[in-house]
Each structure stands twice: as structure tokens, then as C-alpha cells.
T-cell receptor, first 106, second 113 residues
Framework: KNEVEQSPQNLTAQEGEFITINCSYS?????LHWLQQHPGGGIVSLFM???GKKKHGRLIATINIQEKHSSLHITASHPRDSAVYIC????????FGQGTRLTINP | KAGVTQTPRYLIKTRGQQVTLSCSPI?????VSWYQQTPGQGLQFLFE???????NKGNFPGRFSGRQFSNSRSEMNVSTLELGDSALYLC????????????FGPGTRLTVT
């Protein structure tokens, strides 16, 4: 079993829909990262969390340390949000989930 | 402020050869980490350098090595290339070592034939 599990693996939605991507992990961590990767490979760090909730524009990330679970929400989704979203946890080193491929159709 | 740069961006090598990839971190960042991304295994941690010292290493064979210079620039080397080494190699820099926010470079796409 992977140390970091994301769901769903693939998600297709219509523009404007509310999106949720989930991440569960099985190890003790000091921080959790949400990353965005567009076609072509470039990776952008969206959030780094150790507790609670963070918001940046239409993106919201939450973490529940006791339940070892984090969620990434996108409100009012847009086709430009189409990308792979990757959850990564830091436990001496970064361990990555397998990614969620999000496609937003106009 | 300039972002993380990696050179070369694309590379084609033959089995058995060796390759050196370079990473220049954001100015002021002292930590550089390297990652390998493949379709089958996803993103995997290779190693992290901080102040010219390797802090941590992932589960990769000894053919994978790296170093960091006094100006924080880093290189990674892969010797005796295998077909399975074909991947996107990403480096990321952060201000300090550990799980701080990482700034990724564009990657080097290595193809081994």
C-alpha cells in the first residue's frame, strides 16, 4: 500500500463546478504539500500545510492531522484549472501521491 | 527574482553512458532537492542537499549521485545509464532544508536508447 493515496485518479467536470480532491497518508508528517503540474512538466507549489486550512483565490486546502487526511477544493472551476494535482507529504523526505488528473470542460 | 533553472532541458543518451544534470536554485535558497518522474512510478525523491551536504537520499542505486557547490548550484550524475533511467528529472529549491515550500525547475527530460 502506498504511503500517500489520492482520489480520484481522474476527474472530469464542467466549468463552474466545485471540485474536491482527496489525499490520505499513513505516516507521521511535518507538512503536506499540494502541487499542480501542467502538460509539459512544470510543477507549481499551491499550498504547504501543517494544520487547519489555507485559501488562495479559488483554491482551498484543508488538513486533518488526526485523521491523516487532506482535501484540495477548487471553487467555480475553469478550463485553465485542468492539470494534474499532486499531494506530497514530508516525512524526512517528500513522498508523493500518484496524482489526480483534472479536466474541466467549457 | 529568477526562478529555478535546469540544464539541459532535453538529453538523449545511450545505455552505458553517463550523464550530468545541472540545477541553479533561486537566489538565497540553500536547499536543492532532486526528483525523478516516470509514468510508472510517478514522482520519487532522489536526494536533498543543503550547504553542500547531502541531507537525505531516496531509494535509488549508487549509480545516482549528486553534489552541491558553495553557491548552492547542484549537479546530479547518473552513471552506466539503463533504459529505465529515462525520465523527467526535476530539481526544486527552498530557503531551508526539510519540508519547506519547494520551487520547482522546468525539468530535464532524459531519454536513454
Amino acid at each position: 500500500k502506498n504511503e500517500v493515496e489520492q482520489s480520484p485518479q481522474n476527474l472530469t467536470a464542467q466549468e463552474g463546478e466545485f471540485i474536491t480532491i482527496n489525499c490520505s497518508y499513513s505516516v507521521g508528517i511535518s507538512a503536506l504539500h499540494w502541487l499542480q503540474q501542467h502538460p509539459g512538466g512544470g510543477i507549481v507549489s499551491l499550498f504547504m500545510l501543517s494544520s487547519g486550512k489555507k485559501k488562495h483565490g479559488r483554491l482551498i486546502a484543508t488538513i486533518n492531522i488526526q485523521e491523516k487526511h487532506s482535501s484540495l477544493h477548487i471553487t467555480a472551476s475553469h478550463p485553465r484549472d485542468s492539470a494534474v494535482y499532486i499531494c506530497a507529504v514530508f516525512a524526512q523526505k517528500l513522498v508523493f501521491g500518484q496524482g489526480t488528473r483534472l479536466t474541466i470542460n467549457p | 527574482k529568477a526562478g529555478v533553472t535546469q540544464t539541459p532541458r532535453y538529453l538523449i543518451k545511450t545505455r552505458g553512458q553517463q550523464v550530468t544534470l545541472s540545477c541553479s536554485p533561486i537566489s538565497g535558497h540553500r536547499s536543492v532537492s532532486w526528483y525523478q518522474q516516470t509514468p510508472g512510478q510517478g514522482l520519487q525523491f532522489l536526494f536533498e542537499y543543503f550547504s553542500e551536504t547531502q541531507r537525505n537520499k531516496g531509494n535509488f542505486p549508487g549509480r545516482f549521485s549528486g553534489r552541491q557547490f558553495s553557491n548552492s548550484r547542484s549537479e546530479m550524475n547518473v552513471s552506466t545509464l539503463e533504459l529505465g533511467d529515462s525520465a523527467l528529472y526535476l530539481c526544486a529549491s527552498s530557503r531551508e532544508a526539510g519540508g519547506y515550500e519547494q520551487y520547482f525547475g522546468p525539468g530535464t527530460r532524459l531519454t536513454v536508447t
